[in-house]
């Protein structure tokens, strides 16, 4: 299957500091999607990308696709607590059914 | 949350013992998902449906069978629970806004003693 390596595994970070993580997979894909999971919870989409270079904000929420289309990463601006949960990467291709989900950036604010 | 159910929320078994995991979806989505997540394993694809009566499978299906009699229910089964099967499974649709999104529901965490 496709190898997708997301990093770090987990960050401790204090309140108001910026966060940044990414995924970088061993082949070519057109679609990546960034979703967040808290405790308990099924994970949320954050943003979806679809356009090599391409840059999306939904909030403090940054996200790119690599020009190369093998990697994106996801950036925090001026974290807060409620930002706390795991982070997954997931790719694709139009017309295939299905999602492959990296194994997760856990984040945690130390208060 | 795209209408997703998921029952039991919470189940303990033993091994050997049969298994069902329902999942709900009120919106008539066409496709639905079954994913388990395990710690450093992220969520990996067990089977997934893309119609009444046509599922295949994903990554980890060994030990796993799934029906779709109707658009809203799909079913997750495992036939003889073994305890490497405890994990926390969560259900997804695919949306229609964006291409390849996917909408989860709240999770089922079994336990295989």
């Known amino acids: 299957g496709q190898q997708l390596n997301q990093s770090p595994q987990s960050m401790f970070i204090q309140e108001g500091e910026d966060v940044s993580m990414n995924c970088t997979s061993s082949?070519?894909?057109?679609?990546w999607l960034w979703y967040k999971q808290e405790p308990g919870e099924g994970p949320v989409l954050l943003i979806a990308?679809?356009?090599?270079?391409e840059l999306t904000s939904n909030g403090r929420l940054t996200a790119q696709f690599g020009i190369t289309r093998k990697d994106s990463f996801l950036n925090i601006s001026a974290s807060i607590p409620s930002d706390v949960g795991i982070y997954f990467c997931?790719?694709?291709?139009?017309?295939?059914?299905?999602?492959?989900f990296g194994t997760g950036t856990r984040l945690t604010i130390i208060p | 949350d795209a209408g997703i159910t998921q029952s039991p929320r919470h189940k303990v078994t033993e091994t050997g013992t049969p298994v069902t995991l329902r999942c709900h979806q009120t919106e008539n989505h066409r496709y639905m998902y079954w994913y388990r997540q395990d710690p450093g394993h992220g969520l990996r694809l067990i089977h997934y449906?893309?119609?009444?009566?046509?599922?295949d499978k994903g990554e980890v299906s060994d030990g796993y069978s799934v029906s779709r009699s109707k658009t809203e229910d799909f079913l997750l089964t495992l036939e003889s629970a073994t305890s490497s099967q405890t994990s926390v499974y969560f259900c997804a649709v695919r949306g229609t806004v964006f291409p390849n999104e996917q909408f989860f529901g709240p999770g089922t965490r079994l336990t295989v003693l």
């Open positions: 990308l679809y356009k090599a270079g």
């Open positions: 082949s070519i894909f057109n679609t």
């Open positions: 997931s790719i694709s291709n139009f017309g295939n059914e299905k999602l492959t």
């Open positions: 449906s893309y119609g009444v009566k046509d599922t």
